[in-house]
C-alpha cells in the first residue's frame, strides 16, 4: 500500500492581541492508500483545524504536507485550489449543496465548473456516482427536495466525482439522525472497502470512530494512534 | 464561462420574483432615461424648427467699415487709412457670392435680397416697417409666406406689396389697396397691397413687409448691389461651421442663426447638462440597486460560494457567476426599459393640442437607444464587479464554518 497523506511536524497559532494560542504542536498524520481513519478529539482540541491543513483550505504555522506523493503546503492558492479540486474531495457537516441545482448537476460540479461546460460524460459519471450511494431514483431531483440522508449521500457522491486521492469528512453525520447517520456511515464503509476509497473523518463521536480501522486522537495539540478494538484482537 | 452563465442564469431563476423586480428597476430606470432625452432632443428640435422656420440658416452681409490705422516702422506719426464709412454697406459683387453658394451641396436655398426700413402712411397713421425685397420667384426660399397668406395673393409685381395682418389691421388696409409707403432714404411713392400674411409671430405681422427687388432699388437708391444674401441649409445644426467657411471664402461678414440666437443656444445647452444630469442619476441609481441586489445575494450565498472554493473552483469562476448576473439583469432590463421608454413615447407624440400641436414636442426617435443599451448594460457589469470580487475573495473554510 502506498502513503496518501504524509503530514509532518504540523504546527498552528494564532495570535488574538497579544496572546498566542497554539493549537497544533507539531502533529504528524500518515495514512495509506484505501484507509478508513477517524480523527477524533474533543471539542476546541484543533481537529477540525488539523483537518482544514491536510485539505489545504488553512496554511499551517509549521510542519509539510504530502498528499498522494506531492508536495502541497508551500502551492500558491491557485495551484491548492487546483489540488483541492483534483485530489481532494470533501464531505462536511451540512452538505451545502447548490439549491438551484438537480442531485446529478450538484454531484458533476466539482468537474463541470473547471471545464466551462457539463459533458455528457460528466453527467453520466454523477448520475453512476448516484447509483452508487442508493440514489438512482433521485438523479433529477432538485436538491431542495432531498432528506437530510439524501442529501449527505450526494455530498459523498460529489465528494468522489474527481477520483480524488484523499476524502476528508468533517462530522459527516453531525445533522443526521442515527438511522440516518448510519446508513451514510455504512455507505463510506462501503465506497472504501470495494473502491479502496481514502477517508480520513472528523468527528467527536466515538461510536462513528469505533466503526473506523484505525482512529487518531487530537489531544492538547498533539495527535496519537489508538488502536480500535479490531485492530487490538488481531494482534492478540 | 458556458457553465458560469449556466451558474448565473440558475441564481437569477432561483428567486423569479427579486430577479423581476430587479429588472423592473433596471427597465424604469432606461424608461426614464430615454424618455428625458427623447424629450429633451423633442424640445432642442422643435425650437430649432421654429427659429430656423421662419428665417435663414446663414446671413452675409458687408462688413461694417471702419477708419484703421495703417502700420508703417519708417513713419513717426500716425497714418489713418481713409475708408469712407458713408458709404452704402451692400454686396456688389454679390453674382459671385451666388454662384459659390449654389456650388456648395449643403445649401438648400439661397435669397440675395435688399433690406432697408421704411413708413407706410395711410392718412394721419404712420406704422414703421422691416422691408425685405426679394425676387419673386424666391419669395418662399427663407420663409414660406405664401401658404401663410390670408388674403390676396403672392404676385408682387411692379408696385406690389405684402403685409402682415396686424400691419393690415392697425392701418385698415385689405388687398388691392394703395398705401404711400416712404423708405429712410427719403423716397415716397403709392404701393399697392396685393397680400396679406399671418405667421403668429406679432413681430413679423406687425412690422415686416415684401416687396420685389425691381420695386425696391430705385426706392433704396440701390442701383445695383444687395445689402445682404440669406442662404437656407439642408441641415441647420452644420450652420456655424459652413459660416465660418463663407466667411474665409468671401471676407464678407457672415452670420449663423445660432450666432443670432445666443441666448436660444444657451438655453438649448443648459436644458441639454440639465438632461445629462438627469441621465447620469437616473443610471447611477441603477447600477446602485444592481449592485447591492448582488451583494445580498452574494452575502446569502455564502454557504455555497464557500463549498464551490473547497472543491477548488476557480476565484475566477465565482466573479464570473456575478459579473454574468449583473450582465444578465443589465441587457434584460436595458432592453426591456428601451422598449418600454419607445413606446412611451411614441404613444406621448400622438397626444396634440386642439391646434393639431403636439402636447409635449417629445421626439420618440431620439431617445439614444443604442447608447443607453450599451452604458447600462456595461455599468451593471461594472456595478457587478464589487460582489463579484467580494464572493471571490471569500475565505471558503470561513464560509462553510458560518
Known amino acids: ?236 | 464561462m458556458m457553465f458560469a452563465l449556466t451558474v448565473a442564469r440558475r441564481y437569477l431563476l432561483s428567486n423569479p420574483a427579486q430577479t423581476a423586480l430587479l429588472i423592473a428597476g433596471v427597465a424604469l430606470g432606461v424608461t426614464a432615461f430615454v424618455f428625458i432625452t427623447a424629450l429633451i432632443e423633442g424640445l432642442a428640435i422643435r425650437l430649432t424648427a421654429d427659429v430656423t422656420a421662419n428665417s435663414s440658416h446663414v446671413s452675409l452681409e458687408q462688413e461694417v467699415r471702419v477708419a484703421r490705422v495703417l502700420p508703417g516702422p519708417a513713419v513717426n506719426v500716425q497714418s489713418v487709412a481713409l475708408v469712407s464709412t458713408f458709404q452704402r454697406r451692400q454686396i456688389r459683387a454679390w453674382g459671385p457670392t451666388v454662384a459659390l453658394l449654389r456650388s456648395q451641396p449643403l445649401v438648400s436655398a439661397i435669397s440675395p435680397q435688399i433690406s432697408g426700413n421704411a413708413f407706410l402712411v395711410k392718412g394721419e397713421a404712420v406704422a414703421p416697417l422691416a422691408v425685405t425685397a426679394i425676387e419673386p420667384s424666391a419669395l418662399d426660399a427663407i420663409s414660406p409666406i405664401t401658404t401663410k397668406l390670408i388674403g390676396g395673393d403672392a404676385d408682387l409685381g411692379a408696385d406690389g406689396l405684402l403685409i402682415g395682418a396686424q400691419l393690415a389691421d392697425n392701418l385698415g388696409l385689405s388687398p388691392g389697396q394703395p398705401v404711400l409707403f416712404r423708405t429712410d432714404r427719403g423716397v415716397d411713392r403709392l404701393l399697392t397691397v396685393r397680400g396679406i400674411f399671418r405667421t403668429g409671430l406679432l413681430n413679423l405681422d406687425e412690422r415686416v413687409a415684401f416687396l420685389s427687388i425691381r420695386t425696391a432699388r430705385p426706392l433704396f437708391r440701390l442701383p445695383e448691389g444687395m445689402t445682404n444674401i440669406e442662404v437656407k441649409l439642408h441641415d441647420p445644426g452644420q450652420a456655424r461651421a459652413f459660416a465660418a467657411f463663407l466667411r474665409d471664402a468671401t471676407g464678407l461678414r457672415v452670420t449663423s442663426w445660432q450666432e443670432r440666437n445666443t441666448t436660444l443656444e444657451g438655453a438649448l445647452f443648459a436644458q441639454a447638462q440639465t438632461g445629462t444630469l438627469i441621465q447620469i442619476f437616473s443610471l447611477i441609481s441603477v447600477l446602485i440597486g444592481i449592485a447591492s441586489a448582488l451583494s445580498l445575494s452574494a452575502n446569502r450565498r455564502r454557504g455555497e460560494i464557500g463549498i464551490m472554493g473547497a472543491f477548488g473552483v476557480s476565484r475566477r469562476f465565482i466573479a464570473a457567476v456575478f459579473v454574468l448576473q449583473g450582465l444578465l439583469i443589465g441587457m434584460v432590463g436595458a432592453g426591456i426599459g428601451c422598449l418600454t421608454g419607445f413606446a412611451l413615447c411614441s404613444w406621448l407624440a400622438t397626444l396634440t393640442k386642439a391646434d393639431g400641436s403636439m402636447i409635449l414636442p417629445i421626439a420618440a426617435s431620439q431617445g439614444r437607444y443604442l447608447t443607453v443599451f450599451a452604458l447600462t448594460t456595461l455599468g451593471a457589469v461594472l456595478a457587478s464587479v464589487i460582489p463579484a470580487r467580494s464572493a471571490a475573495r471569500l475565505d471558503p473554510l470561513e464560509a462553510i464554518q458560518q
Open chain 1, 1 to 236: 500500500m502506498s502513503i496518501v497523506l504524509d503530514a509532518r511536524g504540523i504546527g498552528m497559532s494564532f495570535r488574538n492581541g497579544d496572546e498566542l494560542t497554539e493549537v497544533l504542536k507539531g502533529v504528524d498524520v500518515t495514512l495509506q492508500s484505501g484507509e478508513l481513519a477517524a480523527l477524533l478529539g474533543a471539542s476546541g482540541s484543533g481537529k477540525s483545524t488539523l483537518l482544514s491543513i491536510i485539505g489545504l483550505l488553512l496554511r499551517p504555522t509549521t510542519g509539510s504536507i504530502t498528499i498522494a506523493g506531492q508536495r502541497v503546503d508551500a502551492l500558491s492558492e491557485t495551484d491548492r485550489a487546483r489540488f483541492r479540486n483534483q485530489r481532494l474531495g470533501f464531505i462536511f457537516q451540512f452538505h451545502h449543496l447548490l439549491p438551484d441545482f438537480t442531485a446529478t448537476e450538484n454531484v458533476a460540479f466539482p468537474a463541470a465548473a473547471p471545464a466551462g461546460r457539463m459533458t455528457s460524460a460528466m453527467r453520466q459519471r454523477a448520475r453512476d456516482l448516484l447509483d452508487r450511494v442508493g440514489l438512482a431514483d433521485r438523479m433529477d431531483f432538485p436538491a431542495t427536495r432531498l432528506s437530510g440522508g439524501q442529501k449527505q449521500r450526494v455530498a459523498i457522491a460529489r465528494a468522489l466525482m474527481n477520483n480524488p486521492a484523499l476524502i476528508l469528512a468533517d462530522e459527516p453525520t453531525g445533522s443526521l439522525d442515527r438511522l440516518a447517520a448510519d446508513k451514510v456511515l455504512d455507505l463510506m464503509k462501503e465506497v472504501n472497502r470495494d473502491d479502496k476509497a481514502t477517508f480520513l473523518i472528523c468527528t467527536h463521536d466515538e461510536s462513528i470512530a469505533a466503526r473506523c480501522a484505525r482512529r487518531i486522537m487530537v489531544k492538547d495539540g498533539r495527535a496519537e494512534q489508538v488502536r480500535t478494538q479490531q485492530q487490538l484482537e488481531l494482534r492478540g
